[in-house]
């Protein structure tokens, strides 16, 4: 990948991903350029190292051997070597690559001290992880609570409305003001599952359909899987994922990704990254938005109380703020800065962001996996 900062210019490979043998070559005749690796196993460091290149000739390739040695890891664990670059006097130069892991131990067992499994009846469904539970209804998750207290308020609920990004053929679709319908509410015993139709304005436009499903897990997490089979009339919908409200108070965030470009971290390689809401939402009324995501995880200051969602398979896409969707609207359109804040943190969670890849007609679907804790 070719890395350009207005003063330097290379381009970094990785040859071999197990023994971390990298190739860079340099645009430009260079006399010295210092190095930094480290290997970082869901975002914290597990080891790292420098090296030197010198005397380096333009359109020269050079090749360094890392000796990156990867450990096995817990089931779904993700492994990124990141190598930087550096001159003086210049920013540093930052590559990051995936890395296969030697094997996967498998995930340590909890011991519920609650009911795990799921009471049902014909309005709603109580499932439980053991202290994590939630109340399932017809519109879907109604809120997420450990030990009694809530993790969650709202959500997860349908979200495909961006402030500002919906385009001119969407426009009538009222994306900010859409009409759900819930169609089904069932259960098999192991899992609740709700269905609901998004009407769009006109009668004649094809309808969106939106199936969530809740599975309460042994290890005291809850898996959620949603389903949306997008018609050809909701084609080039800015986002297509769903939104959340958690307590004000859950108001540190911490995540493993890449960040906005418009974030204080230099750099934007996948790692983990500490935040807060304010800070958060101020990125977000600017356009940004968290990529590749595999985890995010929500906490009071005291971490009394602690909501971790991840993904252990495609990586997912997040925003937060202390305000919605529709305040960003109104405080463009009245020339204001930031919106007022709100008591509670809106979370968007996103399948897929319309402006990183176009939102076709077609099936989508994106799981998420909710456990108390860091």
């Not at 997420?144 to 997860?156: A, F, Q, S, V, W």
């Not at 018609?231 to 108001?251: A, Y």
């Not at 463009?332 to 939102?359: F, H, N, Q, T």
Request: a neutral charge; hydrophobic letters at 40%; aromatic letters at 10%.
């Amino acid at each position: 990948m070719d890395h350009r900062d207005g003063q330097s210019l290379f381009k970094i490979e990785l040859i071999d991903g197990f023994t971390g043998r990298i190739r860079v070559v340099s645009v430009q005749k260079r006399q010295q350029v210092s190095g930094k690796w480290r290997l970082e196993i869901d975002g914290v460091r597990h080891s790292f190292g420098q090296f030197m290149l010198r005397d380096v000739d333009a359109g020269e390739g050079r090749e360094i051997l890392l000796s990156v040695e990867v450990p096995d890891a817990v089931s779904g664990a993700e492994a990124w070597l990141i190598v930087e670059l550096s001159e003086k006097d210049s920013l540093p130069v930052v590559a990051a690559f995936p890395m296969p892991v030697p094997a996967y131990l498998p995930p340590p067992e909890k011991k519920g001290e609650f009911f795990t499994g799921l009471r049902f009846d014909l309005s709603r469904a109580i499932i439980s992880g053991g202290k994590l539970s939630a109340e399932i209804d017809a519109n879907g998750m109604r809120d997420l609570r450990y030990n009694g207290e809530k993790l969650l308020t709202c959500g997860p609920r349908l979200s495909l409305f961006r402030a500002g990004k919906v385009p001119e053929s969407l426009r009538e679709l009222k994306l900010d003001r859409l009409r759900i319908s819930p169609d089904r509410f069932v259960s098999d015993g192991k899992s609740v599952e709700s269905h609901a139709l998004v009407l769009p304005s006109k009668m004649e436009l094809d309808e969106l359909e939106f199936t969530q499903k809740f599975t309460p897990l042994n290890d005291g997490t809850l898996r959620y899987d949603a389903e949306f089979v997008v018609p050809e009339s909701f084609s080039g919908l800015p986002r297509l994922g769903v939104m959340m409200r958690l307590p004000g108070n859950m108001q540190d965030i911490s995540c493993f990704g890449v960040p906005p470009v418009n974030s204080p971290y230099p750099g934007a390689v996948k790692s983990r990254y500490t935040t807060n809401a304010d800070e958060i939402s101020r990125q977000y009324f600017d356009g940004g938005c968290y990529r590749q995501v595999k985890f995010v995880t929500f906490s009071d200051r005291e971490k009394n109380d602690c909501l971790k969602i991840f993904s252990t398979g495609r990586n997912f896409a997040f925003a937060a703020a202390r305000f919605n969707e529709t305040a960003i609207s109104e405080a463009v359109a009245a020339g204001k800065g930031l919106p007022a804040a709100e008591s509670e943190i809106y979370l968007y969670i996103d399948c897929r962001i319309g402006e990183e890849a176009a939102v076709k007609a077609g099936v989508y679907r994106m799981t998420l996996f909710f456990s108390y804790g860091q």
